[in-house]
């Protein structure tokens, strides 16, 4: 087990197979940082196009087709004072009716104390003041490279991951990706300050981050969508659109995961889920919608009691 600290040099706003930027092991940790979805870093420079820039690829040793690659999330904290969001709900979120309403799209600033935990807004126009929040940092957009040689963009998700704006994913969550290519190619970026479900003005509070992470591997355990774990829960990530179908896949991979890691049959599965499944939106702004299926770690433990 190693401890790498990288200093990006250049970006990607594609989740794809380019050329790692640095080769880890499982067991290794990664201290590095990112920019903003628009391509600013801490210093504030656009050091790179927006689009939700990607620090990375990681080369992770051994990972090949079929295995599955584990990400645990061990520091998220935003690295500069001011952040950004958009300041008006996506038309799509709303009624068709209502969007003539709707006030200019425009951006809103915030001033960001990463010490203190809070954002507090710097907008003398609205009636909310110098509204303060809790800091809640996350990850909007990370993965591996998709299959088939695909270079696909950081605007949006699938089975690889991606663009998934799920406010889930901050420090101490693991994530588990399926891996496609040799070496996984681990891709992340696009850090939130704070969001709230759905990313439903299309960004979070968007602000560069220092990040670590700690990777594994699950050889020959091949899974179809990102799964993962939090001190409460353990979740599955669909991502699709329309949402129906993102609810589709994430209650399909729970399923299986059900049955694949804790041994219950079908029909219990599914009696199981009926009663104790949760849900969790997350984006619903971009070309795919990300939908989070959980179930409770204290109903798991019951079950290993009683089975």
Known sequence: MALHRFTPTHYHTTLGSHAPVLRIAPGDTVETSLVDSAGVDAAGRHVTPDGNPQTGPFYVEGAEPGDTLVVRLDRVAPSRGRGYTAGVIAPNVVDPGYVAEMPARRRIEWAVDAAAGTATLLDPSTALGALTLPLAPMIG??????????????????????????????????????????????????????????????????????????????????IRWPRGE????????????????????A?????????????????????????????????????????VCKIAKSVLRRIARTG
């Open 251 to 291: 209650t399909t991979e729970m399923l299986r995961l059900l049955q694949e890691e804790y041994g219950l049959d079908g029909y219990s599965a599914h009696i199981l889920l009926g009663q104790c499944v949760e849900y969790d939106l997350g984006n619903v702004f971009d070309p795919a919608y990300t939908m």
């Open 141 to 222: 957009c990370f993965g591996v490279a998709p299959e088939g040689g695909q270079a696909i963009s950081t605007a949006t998700s699938g089975p690889h991951g991606g663009n998934m704006d799920y406010r889930g994913f901050g420090a101490g969550v693991t994530v588990h990706f399926p891996v496609f290519v040799p070496g996984a190619l681990l891709h992340i970026g696009d850090g939130h300050g704070l969001q709230g479900d759905g990313e439903i003005v299309g960004t979070g509070i968007e602000i560069s981050m220092d990040v670590a992470f700690t990777v594994d591997l699950r050889k020959g355990r091949t």
């Open 230 to 249: 939090s001190d409460t829960h353990l979740f599955t990530v669909g991502n699709a659109r329309p949402l129906d179908q993102a609810v589709q896949h």
